[in-house]
């Protein structure tokens, strides 16, 4: 079964410092990974997809992502963060019955 | 934002009574679901719809039901609110079963 590792709960930053988001993924086949983020009080924006074409995967905001099949790892980044990315962070996994597998999320904190 | 609305945003309900959440979408996007977010579990998928009248199980049904009439409406149905299904529940909609999804605000639910 396909499933997804969030290995931070929390992650906290300095504004204009890099952010890594952290994500293994667990699939028999070739996956389709995602990242959501999620800002206090709101509904769930797509921040960019992986679907087996490039695996350096740009998405909004500054953000990208790599898929490293050799460590099943699909870890989120951004070069310098900012106060705005302050959000919980879902990495995601698409299922064989094309349904999405939530991790449990990474709260990022980013201090002035 | 995509065009997806849920209503009510906010509703206090009692044991035992029944409760219907809406979810209403202007994209005309074939897939709709349900999902429940509660702290330490990310999200978590309780029904989906592939077309008018067609629905499917997801992950954490029990207590749930769920009607597609219409393509832009998806209603979930508590027939008998328990505690236990105190949460915030988000809908969301893709073209295809492949792609990402699209939330919508959220309803938070309260059953006392």
């Known amino acids: 079964a396909q499933s997804v590792t969030q290995l931070d709960s929390h992650v906290s930053v300095s504004e204009g410092t890099p952010v890594l988001l952290r994500c293994n993924y667990s699939?028999?086949?070739?996956?389709?990974l995602f990242w959501y983020v999620q800002h206090p009080n709101k509904g769930l924006q797509l921040l960019l997809k992986y679907t087996s074409a490039a695996t350096l995967v740009k998405g909004i905001n500054g953000f990208e992502a790599e898929f490293k099949k050799s460590e099943t790892s699909f870890h989120l980044t951004k070069p310098s963060a900012h106060m705005s990315d302050a959000a919980e962070y879902f990495c995601?996994?698409?299922?064989?019955?094309?349904?999405?597998?939530f991790g449990t999320g990474t709260r990022l904190q980013v201090f002035p | 934002d995509a065009g997806i609305t849920q209503s009510p945003r906010h509703k206090v309900t009692e044991t035992g009574t029944p409760v219907t959440l809406r979810c209403h979408q202007t994209?005309?996007?074939?897939?709709m679901y349900w999902y429940r977010q509660d702290p330490g579990h990310g999200l978590r998928l309780i029904h989906y719809s592939y077309g008018v009248k067609d629905t499917d199980k997801g992950e954490v049904s029990d207590g749930y039901s769920v009607s597609r009439s219409k393509t832009e409406d998806f209603l979930l149905t508590l027939e008998s609110a328990t505690s236990s299904q105190t949460s915030v529940y988000f809908c969301?909609?893709?073209?295809?079963?492949?792609?990402?999804?699209?939330f919508g605000p959220g309803t938070r639910l309260t059953v006392t």
């Open positions: 969301a909609i893709s073209e295809t079963g492949g792609k990402g999804q699209y």
């Open positions: 994209e005309n996007h074939r897939y």
């Open positions: 995601v996994v698409r299922d064989k019955t094309d349904k999405l597998i």
């Open positions: 699939s028999s086949y070739s996956p389709s």
